[in-house]
């Protein structure tokens, strides 16, 4: 590749380890005509090991709203890159507003995957992977950071915190008073030398980073909350009952039997047994 189209590109970076640059990640940024960057000092350093040198310009969360206009105005004519410090732009980094803008003006806009924190620690967790939601950092004020916890706290699903050491403990407390004491995995320093992934339940993992805050960029990954119990004979009833002021024995069957996971047919001929 020689010359890149005119457009915007999101170029994903390595977390740790330079070896996980891909080869279309560094063509696209050996040739772009500029590379927006969080800082251009980290890219900096990119760019040296793959011997390119190429225009920059700083685009973080600060200037963004300033300095976009001009970028979207040289998409016309321009191939300009988009990267972060580190892993996929716009997942917990600036960049969201730019691929907006970029397409609204009718921009191409291309993106070259590549390594991500939040995928890479869901890999590593051995927690399941078929739903998960990504929350990026929780608010530091323990009110805000409760009531954003309460708020998935029913949802049947993994879940994926970027969290600092420092904050590390209070977090994983955090977690375990919200959500119960999940099982979960503090992944750490992941692709560089001393990558780990320490798996417990909340709670132990609570107490062993209490009084020894760990180094390094972390992912907190708790699994989802265990399968409620079954439906007692009371709860069916009192459901069914509450059912049956408002609908026809069928339907309220039905309902119940859709809300608490159980037997319609044996709903419905307990409805016909209550209305007796
Ligand atoms: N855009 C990045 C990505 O794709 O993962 C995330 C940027 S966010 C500002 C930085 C956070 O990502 C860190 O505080 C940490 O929680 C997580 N992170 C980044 N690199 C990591 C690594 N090598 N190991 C563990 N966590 C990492």
């Given at each position: ?130 739903r ?19 708020e998935v706290a029913t949802i049947r699903a ?66 989802p909350p265990g399968e409620a119990p079954p439906a007692s004979a009371e709860d069916a009833d009192a459901a069914l009952a509450e059912a049956l002021t408002r609908l026809p024995a069928s339907k309220a069957a039905g309902e119940v039997a859709k809300r608490l996971g159980l037997d319609r047919k044996a709903l419905y001929a307990r409805a016909m047994e209550m209305k007796r």
């Amino acid at each position: 590749m020689t010359s890149l189209s005119p457009g915007l590109y999101i170029v994903a970076t390595p977390i740790g380890n330079l070896g996980d640059l891909s080869p279309r990640a560094s063509e696209v940024l050996a040739h772009a005509d500029l590379i927006a960057a969080e800082d251009t000092r980290v890219t900096a350093t990119l760019l040296r090991h793959i011997g390119a040198k190429r225009p920059m310009q700083p685009y973080h969360d600060h200037n963004a709203d300033a300095v976009r206009p001009a970028l979207i105005a040289r998409l016309a004519r321009e191939a300009v890159a988009l990267v972060s410090d580190a892993g996929t732009p716009l997942i917990s980094d600036p960049g969201y507003k730019l691929v907006r803008d970029a397409r609204a003006a009718g921009h191409p806009v291309v993106t070259i995957p590549g390594p991500c924190a939040a995928i890479a620690a869901l890999t590593l967790a051995g927690l399941p992977t078929d739903r998960f939601l990504f929350m990026g950092f929780l608010p530091a004020k323990q009110g805000a950071k409760a009531a954003a916890i309460a708020e998935v706290a029913t949802i049947r699903a993994t879940l994926v915190f970027y969290e600092s050491g420092p904050r590390l403990a209070a977090t994983l407390a955090a977690l375990g008073d919200g959500l119960g004491d999940r099982e979960a995995a503090v992944t750490r320093e992941i692709t560089k030398r001393f990558e780990e992934a320490v798996t417990g339940t909340l709670s132990t993992l609570a107490a062993r980073y209490a009084d020894a805050p760990p180094r390094g960029e972390i992912v907190v990954v708790v699994g989802p909350p265990g399968e409620a119990p079954p439906a007692s004979a009371e709860d069916a009833d009192a459901a069914l009952a509450e059912a049956l002021t408002r609908l026809p024995a069928s339907k309220a069957a039905g309902e119940v039997a859709k809300r608490l996971g159980l037997d319609r047919k044996a709903l419905y001929a307990r409805a016909m047994e209550m209305k007796r």
